[in-house]
T-cell receptor, first 115, second 115 residues
Framework: AQSVSQHNHHVILSEAASLELGCNYSYGGTVNLFWYVQYPGQHLQLLLKYFSGDPLVKGIKGFEAEFIKSKFSFNLRKPSVQWSDTAEYFCAVNVVSSNTGKLIFGQGTTLQVKP | DGGITQSPKYLFRKEGQNVTLSCEQNLNHDAMYWYRQDPGQGLRLIYYSQIVNDFQKGDIAEGYSVSREKKESFPLTVTSAQKNPTAFYLC??????????????FGDGTRLSIL
């Protein structure tokens, strides 16, 4: 069965530090990739997505992610985090051949940014 | 504003009782989904529906039931057969499912607890 793995469960950073959250998936076919963010008390919202083309995608609030097909990875990055980035981050994969919108989510990473 | 409305925000279930969680969307989306979120496990798909009067089991459908009588509504019933129902339940929707690169939009969730 397909799965998504997020290596970091809880990350603590100081403001202005750089961020990289890992995401790997286990499926050899074509996938669509997403990062979602859940700020405290808010609903899950889309951060960025990759469907095709340039493997480096930019999202909202200065986030970006790079799709490395050979490594089955889609890591999330931000050069300088802010206290307002404190949230839970989820990587998700859609298997194109399923012909559905079903998403497989990773376990999530809780990011705590200290002011 | 378009969006997804889940109700109630908090719900308590007695032993042996069925409870129904409401999910309504006014985004004119074709597909709707129910996820269960548990700490450290990410989101797991319970059921999804690609079109009115049709729905499919997700990864953890046992103890749950759904209906899709209207495009905008996708209620989830947690039955007494679900032995560990305490969780945060999220409803989502997306555009026509064949275009699987459409991101899902999420509601604010319902937190279900056992009395």
């Amino acid at each position: 069965a397909q799965s998504v793995s997020q290596h970091n469960h809880h990350v603590i950073l100081s403001e202005a530090a750089s961020l990289e959250l890992g995401c790997n998936y286990s499926y050899g076919g074509t996938v669509n990739l997403f990062w979602y963010v859940q700020y405290p008390g808010q609903h899950l919202q889309l951060l960025l997505k990759y469907f095709s083309g340039d493997p480096l995608v930019k999202g909202i609030k200065g986030f970006e992610a790079e799709f490395i097909k050979s490594k089955f990875s889609f890591n999330l990055r931000k050069p300088s985090v802010q206290w307002s980035d404190t949230a839970e981050y989820f990587c998700a994969v859609n298997v194109v051949s399923s012909n559905t919108g079903k998403l497989i989510f990773g376990q999530g990473t809780t990011l705590q940014v200290k002011p | 504003d378009g969006g997804i409305t889940q109700s109630p925000k908090y719900l308590f279930r007695k032993e042996g009782q069925n409870v129904t969680l409401s999910c309504e969307q006014n985004l004119n989306h074709d597909a709707m989904y129910w996820y269960r979120q548990d700490p450290g496990q990410g989101l797991r798909l319970i059921y999804y529906s690609q079109i009115v009067n049709d729905f499919q089991k997700g990864d953890i459908a046992e103890g749950y039931s759904v209906s899709r009588e209207k495009k905008e509504s996708f209620p989830l019933t947690v039955t007494s057969a679900q032995k560990n129902p305490t969780a945060f339940y999220l409803c989502a929707s997306s555009m026509f499912v064949s275009y699987s690169n459409q991101p899902q939009h999420f509601g604010d969730g319902t937190r279900l607890s056992i009395l």
